[in-house]
């Protein structure tokens, strides 16, 4: 049974926050979210190919070049960044930078420390490309959109007064 006060309970604050933050620090932050933001690029890529998304055929809606754009920075490339994040993290891992060669200058131990924070960077890499995608799409979303409907209001304005003046010429003639 839960108090209403905000007094500290052992049985009740203890137990729960000691299993929530084990849970979220070493399951779900570096192991089940990762994972999850990679199966969503996954799913989200084979939609746009399914659905030819990617393309210039319907110009259709306010700004469709850049409605074009948009789809293809935001969701086709950061999308296909995350989903291949994890093989060329590796590949660059390998074959590059040659991690495997760390064994010939440390100890194993320190040498396995290593390896393994190498491969938890790789593979929560998606974590922060899925953090940059969504700090680009606001910025795009909200920012760039409002610019452009500013400048389109700026110039329906000029085209509204430019309008005006020929009617008020006409007027004195």
Known sequence: MENNNDSFNREEHLVPS??????????YIPLLLPLAIWKNAAVSLAKLWRARSVSFENPTGK???????????????????????????????????????????????????????????????????KLAK??????????????????RSIGQMLVNIWKLNIVIRRKGE
């Open 134 to 151: 969504e700090s680009l799409n606001f910025i795009l979303e909200n920012l760039i959109t409002w610019i452009l409907d500013v400048i």
């Open 18 to 27: 000691l299993k929530a933050a084990v849970y979220y620090l070493l399951v």
């Open 63 to 129: 700004y469709p070049l850049w409605s074009l754009l948009y789809n293809y920075l935001v969701t086709f490339v950061f999308d296909s960044a995350i989903l291949l994040a994890w093989a060329l993290g590796l590949y660059q891992a390998l074959f590059e930078i040659k991690g495997y060669e760390v064994f010939n200058y440390m100890d194993f131990f320190p040498a396995m420390k290593t390896m393994l924070i190498g491969l938890l960077t790789i593979y929560t890499s998606v974590i922060f490309l």
